[in-house]
């Protein structure tokens, strides 16, 4: 086990009962639930958001491609290990890791949702359930709380609770409720953030700029659009100077992939030295790229790229996922997978990468229980 790898993005998928159970009674008729369409198949219900959530993508691991659908999708028929911890620990040994840093799912699309009020009670409702969740396996189901952001005194009792439940992080809506994430309005929060070590993770399609809609060209063409969300949050926390007032502050883009990060940095770099005056950016004590290198953390699957990006980014902050049970995911095949893209790194390289990492980030040693 202690070679194994751990993936620092999965999820989980949300039960019928989810929200139904754990949500506050005020808001329990209004509660996301899954429902039955004869157009879409099962299908999961928010009050507020346009189109339902259907659930042939969520659970789409270790399915050929010629087979992805959207709809049409029963929930029995999903895996099993998305919502019972025992059927997870077989889905990780099947993967041959030895656990996982999870996120939601429908609670991904909620990130999205316009009332702050309604997001908060089900973000709380979720973090419940996903607490007992974890703890069916502390040592290998690693939890991160959501918070809605509707004012930074609500986010910093979301941190402060989040910590107590023994979650490892809190994962952030890519838009928060007042402004935007480089106001000095936030400051309390992260330095909240930065003493109780709980890092911030902006997952893809969480902001209102990720959709899956083409702007133009073939529909396809958007896919390549929903990493752009999390750039923009990085590029709001550089530019912004968050991370020159709060040098702990830990965050982490997770599912963007991270190939595209050392000519990242170098653009950052290039604005700064040769546009910051008339694009009006403050004075920074170091360079955009030694902040992102230092303060930022990037998950990704099979992004080949990202291996062949250790010499010119930092390989401390990359962190490899599997994204089971996801469309995206590597599962069952990560381990074949992981051989053939890793076969040039060092056998230290491959450690932090696959592993020491996330231990490091989210301090699992002490939780990580040799099998």
């Known amino acids: 086990m202690s070679d194994k790898p751990i993936s620092a993005d999965s999820h989980v998928t949300e039960p019928p009962n989810c929200y139904l159970d754990h949500i506050e009674p005020r808001f329990r008729e209004r509660a996301p639930h899954l429902a039955h369409s004869p157009q879409h198949g099962d299908i999961f219900v928010i009050e507020g958001l346009e189109q339902p959530i259907p659930m042939g993508l969520v659970a789409a691991a270790g399915k050929d491609p010629r087979s992805l659908r959207m709809s049409g999708a029963k929930f029995e028929e999903l ?76 986010g910093i009792a979301d941190l402060e609770r989040a910590k107590a439940m023994g979650f490892i992080g809190v994962m952030m809506p890519g838009d928060p409720k007042l402004e935007d994430y480089d106001h000095p309005i936030y400051d309390p929060f992260y330095e909240a953030a930065a003493a109780l070590d709980m890092p911030l ?96 953390y990037l998950t990704f699957q099979d992004d080949w790229t990202a291996f062949d990006a250790v010499k010119r980014c930092n390989p401390r902050r990359l962190m490899w996922a599997n994204d089971f049970p996801h469309s995206d995911s590597t599962w069952p095949w990560s381990q074949e997978m992981l051989a053939e893209h890793t076969a040039s790194l060092s056998a230290e390289q491959k450690r932090w990468i696959l592993r020491d990492n996330v231990v490091a980030l989210y301090h699992l040693e002490e939780r990580l229980r040799p099998q």
């Open 201 to 296: 993770s902006f997952h893809i399609l969480t902001s209102k700029a990720d959709r899956l809609t083409a702007r133009r060209g073939p529909r396809i063409n958007s896919f390549q659009a929903v990493i752009r969300g999390c750039q923009d949050i990085i590029g709001t926390f550089i530019f912004g100077r968050v991370f020159e007032r709060h040098p702990r502050l830990k965050l982490v883009c997770v599912e963007a992939d991270a190939g595209w990060a050392p000519h990242f940095m170098y653009r950052m770099d290039h604005a700064y030295k040769r546009h910051r005056y008339w694009l009006k950016c403050e004075e920074m004590q170091r360079l955009p790229s030694e902040y992102f290198a230092e303060n930022v």
């Open 79 to 154: 895996h099993r290990g998305g919502w019972d911890p025992a059927a997870r620990l077989a889905d990780q040994d099947r993967d041959g890791i030895a656990a996982e840093v999870l996120y939601p799912t429908v609670g991904m699309m909620l990130c999205n949702h316009p009332d702050f009020d309604y997001k908060q009670a089900c973000f709380d409702a979720y973090n419940r359930w996903l607490q007992e969740y974890c703890a069916a396996a502390p040592d290998r189901l690693f939890g991160h709380a959501q918070t809605s952001m509707r004012s930074v005194e609500d």
